[in-house]
């Protein structure tokens, strides 16, 4: 599985932006797919995340209410709608892919993910 991130830029606090994730590979259908971001100097963590079928989500506490993940599988494609922005938001995401058996809850954990695209620079003005 191969997968890009795009969607980032420079944005003013409160604003709203849609991060993508464009994934190719016939194993994709199999990913639980998740969103991280590392700010610098930090680690990337866990932001939202998204189960093989798209039933269930799951999200950081920092970003609950504000971001909402979905994915359309026909498409090969995850997105991030990030609503309310913050300046704390401010980070390089990253889209992974972890292949699953379909019962298999969230993994929040990067070590867990397998595959990963190249980023998107998000950027908040305050």
């Known amino acids: 599985v191969q997968l890009q991130a795009s969607g980032g830029g420079l944005v003013q606090t409160g604003d709203s932006l849609r991060l993508s994730c464009a994934a190719s590979?016939?194993?994709?259908?199999?990913?639980?797919v998740g969103w991280f971001r590392q700010a610098p100097g930090k680690e990337r963590n866990f932001v939202a995340g998204?189960?093989?079928?798209?039933?269930?989500?799951d999200y950081s506490e920092s970003v609950k209410g504000r971001f909402t993940v979905s994915r359309d599988n026909d498409k090969k494609m995850v997105y991030l709608q990030m609503n309310g922005v913050q300046p704390e938001d401010t980070a390089v995401y990253y889209c992974?892919?972890?292949?699953?058996?379909?019962?298999?809850?969230?993994?929040?954990?990067?070590?867990?993910?397998?595959?990963w695209g190249q980023g998107t620079q998000v950027t908040v003005s305050s």
């Open positions: 998204i189960t093989r079928s798209g039933s269930n989500t």
């Open positions: 590979g016939v194993t994709f259908s199999r990913c639980t």
């Open positions: 992974a892919c972890k292949r699953t058996i379909i019962t298999a809850p969230i993994a929040r954990e990067r070590d867990e993910y397998e595959f």
